[in-house]
């Protein structure tokens, strides 16, 4: 049965839904039947801050998509058409998550691996996480990372293997369970309430980067309005991800303060003239404003304030590269390629390939295809590309005849031997304890007495006696 998917990107200055419905002959799956565009309120930095003002552009977007999906055919009979599965995709960005690296194992009894096999040790891994985490934490999906059975690894499919352990390693993302709940109580009831979480930069890779990319070593570094996004993948897996708290509106809120102009027309300044090359750095510029009025700026001060934050930006990556070099890409040459709004700028591009030890290469604006033109959906897209995936390797799973697997128990320890009943002490006189007392202390001092002697006249430790 095919699912319905609506896949909300909820940035800091737009807010963008796609609605499709899964089909394997479509690209990434799905076949898009609405798309739409609002500007954002309540949000900054990914994070929702007024759930009043997102409800309502929620709210919007969403009764324009429930239009759009076909009508189910009514049966004959009296019994109702089923409804399809419905999945609401969701981006978590910004501050709100972070990532984390951890490692599952189970015992499969030497049984071949099946694909309920790899789905238990995934469930195990998010219970112990969410059982293991903050209260404020909440695991909102988990990257596999590779397998390994009896402590080898397998860089290839490990279905159909057979071994004793299982070893699984994944990268965990958490999100912070107030913006979850933020999220949530923005939206309707269901059947729209979300159901997957999706951070901004995974789901533009999807459509963003090649196999070929993710498969030779590649960066991905998704320059959004409030943060920027950095995603490392090898060996066509993700490796890393994290966010960084700078973007392309710090940029604009920099050129505001230091030229004394409105957000607005800074915003302008930086799409007209971007990052200015060192040779065009000399000159005068003029800029016409909103209200008329025109300003005149150097070249090298305007530079001095936008160059400084992007090279910012830049040394960050650098820095997290290095991070995950060490362990994982030290023969690879990688790639880096710039997404997002911010990667328009002009000369940007030079920018990173002076402060990043990558090759920086650009891609063609990918084919979204089906009336979606426009690369500022490649979050969406990605999103419901991501779910389509999840939704038809659900309901292809086979059922498999054998056990689940087990996690391997420590032996039980032995019940202790119970207590003996301790008889009462018969009661004594005075008189008799008296007597009962004086030959214990004489048996002591006795005793005292044989040990000194013996350890004194002992022929291996004392000899010189």
Same mark, same amino acid.
């Given at each position: ?324 070099? &060490?362990?994982?890409?030290?023969? =690879? @040459? *990688?790639?880096?390629? !710039? #997404? ?6 002009? /000369? ?92 214990? &202390?004489?048996?002591?001092?006795? =005793? @005292? *007495?044989?040990?000194? !002697? #013996? ?6 430790? /004392?000899?010189?006696?």
């Amino acid at each position: 049965m095919e699912s319905s998917i609506i896949a909300i990107d909820l940035g800091t200055s737009t807010t963008r839904i796609v609605a499709a419905v899964t089909d394997d002959q479509k690209p990434y799956g799905l076949s898009i039947v609405y798309t739409e565009t609002q500007k954002s309120q309540g949000i900054k930095r990914g994070a929702v801050y007024n759930k009043e003002d997102v409800l309502k552009v929620v709210r919007n977007l969403i009764t324009g998509a429930e239009k759009k999906f076909p009508t189910p055919r009514r049966r004959t009979t009296a019994a109702p058409t089923p409804a399809a599965p419905r999945v609401v995709c969701v981006n978590v960005g910004g501050m709100n998550f972070q990532t984390s690296v951890i490692t599952e194992k189970v015992n499969i009894q030497n049984q071949p691996v099946t694909r309920r096999t790899l789905q238990y040790i995934e469930n195990q891994a998010e219970n112990n996480q969410t059982q293991y985490s903050m209260d404020d934490d909440k695991v909102i999906r988990l990257v596999s990372l590779g397998y390994a059975i009896d402590n080898e690894p397998f860089n290839d499919d490990v279905l159909t293997h057979t071994g004793n352990i299982l070893e699984a390693r994944f990268l965990c993302f958490k999100a912070k369970q107030k913006c979850i709940s933020l999220i949530n109580s923005a939206f309707p009831v269901a059947p729209n309430k979300p159901t997957n979480y999706y951070t901004s930069t995974s789901a533009k890779a999807v459509v963003a980067l090649s196999s070929s990319l993710k498969r030779d070593g590649v960066v991905l570094v998704d320059l959004g309005a409030g943060s920027t996004g950095v995603a490392v993948f090898s060996r066509d897996a993700l490796l890393f991800e994290v966010e960084i708290p700078i973007g392309s509106d710090t940029i604009t809120s920099d050129i505001s303060s230091a030229l004394n102009i409105s957000s607005a027309d800074a915003e302008g300044l930086k799409r007209k003239v971007g990052i200015i090359d060192e040779e065009q750095s000399r000159k005068e510029y003029a800029y016409d404003l909103a209200n008329g009025e025109q300003i005149n700026f150097s070249g090298s001060f305007y530079n001095f304030v936008v160059k400084a934050r992007v090279e910012e930006i830049a040394v960050y990556v650098a820095s997290v590269l290095t991070s995950v070099r &060490k362990p994982n890409l030290r023969d =690879s @040459k *990688l790639r880096l390629v !710039l #997404t997002g709004g911010g990667s328009l700028l002009a /000369n940007i591009e030079e920018v990173f390939a002076d402060k990043v030890d990558a090759e920086v290469v650009s891609i063609p604006q990918p084919d979204l295809g089906q009336g979606v033109s426009s690369i500022e959906f490649a979050a969406a897209v990605g999103m419901a590309s991501l779910a389509a995936r999840s939704q038809m390797e659900t309901i292809s799973e086979p059922v498999l005849p054998i056990e689940e697997p087990v996690v391997p128990e420590p032996e039980p320890a032995p019940a202790p031997a119970p207590e003996q009943p301790v008889a009462p002490e018969p009661t004594s006189t005075p008189e008799q304890k008296k007597t009962q007392q004086q030959p214990q &202390k004489g048996k002591k001092l006795f =005793s @005292k *007495l044989k040990d000194t !002697l #013996t350890n004194l006249f002992d022929d291996e430790t /004392n000899t010189k006696y």
